[in-house]
């Protein structure tokens, strides 16, 4: 076998609640704009589908961790999430069998650089380091959830106060709509983690904010911001 110049990066590796074993991350989906009032608070006035953008995996970070304040930025929001763990993959898969490719799901937080995502949008430029910045995906643990559906309310708060309340069925696409429609643009492999989109309520954090996110039946998740 050939030798590598540097030592290859670590696996990615996300913590499966109750379970002794880790949940090796290949890649990080993001749906945008999956709750019509969220869609509304940041102007927009339809109910078009979603679209797609990615994270890296090393975006990830495991609940408890102290985040810094990312740079190049002076407008940190949070957006809290269902994130769904994909753990049979395919393409063109149909609705009706989506479910049959979940592992589990998790909360979790996009964190969004508001400020550089405004200026993008107003040139019509990527959203790469609006989103895709370091240690921008917390997560917390994955509940195994093989092959079923989710239902329940989501909830974020900082510092104690609420900030983010909705229910998973006020997405505009379902999880198995969204596996459906991920897998027609992608072919999906386990490992796979698609965060699902935020309801309104988004606003900005500080250095110094401890955030609490819970979504029904599955771990809460929290991280500080330093």
Same mark, same amino acid.
């Given at each position: 076998?050939?030798?590598?110049?540097f030592?290859?990066?670590p696996?990615?590796?996300?913590?499966?609640?109750?379970?002794?074993? #880790?949940?090796? &991350?290949?890649?990080?989906?993001?749906?945008? +704009?999956? $709750?019509?009032?969220? +869609?509304?608070?940041?102007?927009? %006035? /339809?109910?078009?589908p979603?679209?797609?953008? #990615?994270? *890296?995996?090393?975006?990830l970070?495991? @609940?408890?961790?102290?985040?810094? $304040?990312?740079?190049?930025?002076?407008?940190?929001?949070?957006?809290?999430?269902?994130?769904?763990?994909?753990?049979?993959?395919?393409?063109?898969?149909?609705?009706?069998?989506?479910?049959?490719? &979940? $592992?589990? $799901?998790?909360?979790? &937080?996009?964190?969004?650089?508001?400020?550089?995502?405004?200026?993008?949008?107003?040139?019509?430029? *990527?959203? /790469?380091?609006?989103?895709?910045? %370091?240690?921008?995906?917390?997560?917390?643990?994955?509940?195994?959830?093989?092959g @079923?559906?989710?239902?329940?309310?989501?909830?974020?708060?900082?510092?104690?106060?609420?900030?983010?309340?909705?229910?998973l069925? %006020?997405?505009?696409?379902?999880? *198995?709509?969204?596996?459906?429609?991920? @897998?027609?643009?992608?072919?999906?492999?386990?490992? /796979?983690?698609?965060? #699902?989109?935020? *309801? /309104?309520?988004?606003?900005?954090?500080?250095?110094?904010?401890?955030?609490?996110?819970?979504?029904?039946?599955?771990p809460?998740?929290?991280? +500080?911001?330093?």
């Amino acid at each position: 076998m050939a030798s590598t110049v540097f030592p290859p990066s670590p696996a990615i590796l996300a913590p499966i609640a109750d379970h002794d074993a #880790t949940f090796p &991350v290949r890649r990080i989906f993001c749906v945008g +704009r999956n $709750y019509a009032a969220h +869609r509304a608070e940041m102007g927009g %006035d /339809d109910r078009e589908p979603p679209f797609f953008f #990615t994270k *890296p995996a090393d975006a990830l970070v495991a @609940s408890g961790a102290a985040i810094p $304040y990312p740079s190049a930025t002076h407008n940190l929001h949070h957006e809290v999430e269902l994130v769904i763990a994909i753990g049979v993959g395919g393409a063109n898969i149909a609705v009706g069998d989506a479910l049959g490719h &979940v $592992y589990g $799901y998790a909360v979790g &937080v996009d964190l969004t650089r508001r400020d550089l995502q405004a200026a993008a949008k107003s040139k019509g430029h *990527p959203w /790469d380091s609006a989103k895709g910045f %370091d240690l921008s995906a917390p997560l917390g643990a994955i509940a195994a959830r093989p092959g @079923s559906d989710l239902q329940g309310g989501l909830r974020l708060s900082v510092n104690g106060a609420p900030r983010q309340a909705a229910h998973l069925s %006020d997405m505009i696409w379902s999880a *198995p709509d969204i596996i459906a429609e991920c @897998s027609r643009l992608w072919r999906l492999a386990p490992g /796979d983690l698609i965060f #699902t989109g935020t *309801p /309104d309520g988004v606003g900005p954090l500080e250095p110094g904010d401890a955030v609490h996110a819970v979504i029904d039946g599955l771990p809460a998740l929290d991280f +500080r911001i330093v």
